[in-house]
């Protein structure tokens, strides 16, 4: 599958700050949005109030948000409606270079809710940064620390204190990603994320990087979307192009990497659509507590998940 078809170059001087001006205007202080019903973990306290740039953006981890909009979800958590309307790759320009993804959220119905998330991936150790701008390049096997795959949403829905909160420096937008309306699912967006990340790593030299992780997450979105409108701006420089780090360059995975991604992203989220389907069904026609109904229709995910942890592991 040719996952370049679709790419769009941007125009000259295409590398430049993203901002709210981008997407239209919305303003998610619109009192009208304090008391609507929306999924608030998606769509947190700060909408439709005032000035909120205090309150830091609500962090999940990969496992912990899929739990919560999936295994933990509720008739009234109004999961379903909320899409990927856009996504944009992100640089930092001051080293150590961090890469990340904004993730741009929408809801299908009004008032809609707009909201950004950040994906990326943290060092989670002493010394963080001084670490990963010394030693971006030493082997897994010498050295191994801890790695926190995160997201971060915006408390307020504005994307300045978002990036203010997570503390990047000036970034670029290398590419951006424009999906349909109502095509890709936000819970498929959080799926696809968490398999790309506990996938076997075939390169072990990029295998605790920001690098690798966040251009792992991004081809296998292109790769399972190939009909999202692609745009990559014109690289200016070898530092402003995606995975690059230090002298070396790992830019894309290789296409059985993103076959064996693909084959378990497809599968989850079968599963995960199917049992939306039977939970909304069921819950009319059966009569079970909710809590009894969604444990049930869960076992098959639970066991699918068990599977290729042991498969992981051997």
Known sequence: MNISKRTRRAPSGGQRDFSQQDIGAYDPHDPQLQNAPRNHNIFPG??????????????????????????????????E?????????????DRPQHEFIIIIVETEDLPKFRNFIILDRAVSSQGERI?????????????????????????????????????????????????????????EMVTISRTASEVERSHALWSDQCQWFTSSVWDSIRYFLPKAIHTQAPAKTDSNTRGRSGNFFRQRLDFQELNTIFGQVNRDIQLIRR???????????????QEQERDRLLEELDALKEQKLRRATT
Request: hydrophobic share 30%; with cysteine.
């Open 46 to 79: 700060g909408f439709g109030t005032s000035d909120q740039s205090r309150n830091p953006p609500v962090e999940f981890t990969l496992p912990h948000l899929e739990d919560v909009l999936i295994k933990q979800h509720e008739p009234n958590d109004y999961v």
């Open 81 to 93: 409606p909320i899409y990927v309307a856009s996504a944009r790759y992100c640089k930092e320009y």
């Open 131 to 187: 670490e990963r701008e010394l030693l971006p390049i030493i082997s897994s096997s010498l050295y191994s620390p801890k790695v926190k795959n995160r997201f971060r949403v915006s408390y307020d829905g504005t994307l300045k204190n978002l990036v203010s909160h997570c503390k990047f420096s000036r970034y670029a937008v290398l590419e951006t990603l424009q999906f349909q309306p109502k095509v890709f699912p936000f819970y």
């Open 275 to 289: 049992d939306f389907i039977k939970f909304q069904k069921n819950q009319q026609d059966s009569g079970l507590p």
